[in-house]
């Protein structure tokens, strides 16, 4: 047991309602009735909440990151809530459980993990985002304007507590490697990085003046199926605000103009991420277009004031407006690049057995 406060957020889809729209409202109540079960040993506080498809449990325990109770009972749930989406056959009961029985840790067993541990501060605002239809590169825009973009962060240019910058921890998911950046001086050499979004992902973020983890996102290895990287796990970050961290405003400010993310349709095309409350959490158009929400908590004694549901806001109806457009006008597109993935980026595809019937079509020019 620790001094510390573990925020664990891990997130699967083990059924959707219907088809790969929403969490059945019988899977929450699941959750939320074992997680009620839990003594203080094992956590602190607890909500279950849902983006799209994806069922998210967000908790707050003593016992650290990586931790096998923790995970276990994360694991636990998704296998229970697995059985109550079998009953009422929902679609993909179980997609995200990649593994017959738990062994250790829910990291590389199909749940996607976010953690941070650190010791709670006086006032401690916190934004857990998730999103659906897309991957964990999505965040690497956001996290870049928030803590390297002075242009969309005034406290890196105006707070002498976030002036000298922020490190980025930056993962190699095909080669599973990491490096570490110092920004701003270096941030020409990360964006050539960042910038590829599929491979490269942003997984955490931290002061370089005040001793605090700032960001921490969930990241997973690219699983190499029939020679291609496949695996586009709808992603959930967090991220702590204010008092030499970025203000609440101006972590969720990067979601007011929506950039283009993969995974929409079939994991294969690419499309506006639309900034929503949790209502509206409900990707229906060509399933999607791609969504995340912002759930903010003050965290008191590691119990979670909360969730707030900060993109019901009124000011991100011009971003909901601008991503309709933008998806309306990608959708034109129908099968062309780039709204549909580049060959190597698509989950699915049907080229090695057209190739394979015309392969004596082909002929040299
Ligand atoms: C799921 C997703 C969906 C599915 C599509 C086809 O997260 O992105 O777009 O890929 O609905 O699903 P299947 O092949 O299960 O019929
Ligand atoms: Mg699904
Ligand atoms: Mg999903």
């Not at 890196?156 to 950046?181: A, C, N, W, Y």
Request: hydrophobic residues 40%; aromatic residues 10%; glycine residues 8%.
């Amino acid at each position: 047991m620790s001094d510390k406060i573990t925020l664990s957020v891990i997130k699967a889809d083990v059924g959707g309602y219907v088809g790969h729209v929403s969490v059945h409202e019988d899977l929450m109540a699941r959750a939320r009735q074992m997680l009620a079960q839990q003594g203080p040993d094992i956590l602190v506080d607890w909500k279950v909440m849902a983006v799209g498809d994806d069922l998210i449990l967000v908790l707050t325990h003593r016992n650290g990151e990586e931790n096998a109770s923790v995970h276990e009972l994360a694991w636990d749930v998704f296998m229970s809530c697995t059985e109550v989406a079998k009953e009422l056959k929902l679609y993909g009961a179980g997609q995200d459980l990649l593994a017959d029985s738990f062994s250790g840790n829910v990291k590389g067993m199909g749940p996607g993990v976010a953690e941070m541990e650190f010791v709670e501060r006086p006032a401690e605002p916190i934004v857990v985002f998730g999103a659906d239809k897309t991957e964990p590169g999505a965040w690497n825009l956001p996290l870049y304007k928030m803590f390297a973009d002075p242009f969309s962060t005034a406290g890196l240019v105006i707070d002498p507590k976030m002036h000298k910058g922020f490190t980025f921890e930056v993962h190699d998911l095909q080669d599973s490697k990491r490096v570490f950046f110092n920004c701003p001086e270096e941030i020409y050499d990360m964006l050539v990085f960042i910038g590829a979004p599929g491979r490269y992902c942003i997984k955490s973020v931290t002061s370089r003046t005040i001793d605090e983890q700032a960001a921490s996102s969930s990241t997973q290895k690219l699983s190499k199926l029939a020679g291609r990287y496949v695996g586009k796990d709808d992603p959930v970050c967090i991220v702590r605000c204010q008092s030499g961290l970025p203000a609440v405003g101006e972590v969720l400010e990067p979601f007011a103009n929506p950039h283009l993310v993969s995974g929409w349709m079939r994991g294969s095309h690419s499309g506006p991420l639309m900034p929503v409350s949790f209502a509206d959490a409900t990707p229906t158009r060509f399933d999607g277009p791609p969504r995340v929400i912002a759930a903010g908590f003050q965290l008191a004694h590691g119990k979670l004031v909360g969730p707030y549901d900060f993109f019901a806001d009124k000011s991100y109806d011009k971003a909901r407006a601008v991503a309709i457009d933008i998806a309306g006008y990608m959708r034109t597109m129908g099968p062309f690049e780039p709204h549909r993935l580049h060959l190597d980026e698509m989950e699915y595809t049907t080229l090695p057995e057209v190739m394979d019937k015309l392969k004596d079509r082909f002929e040299p020019i």
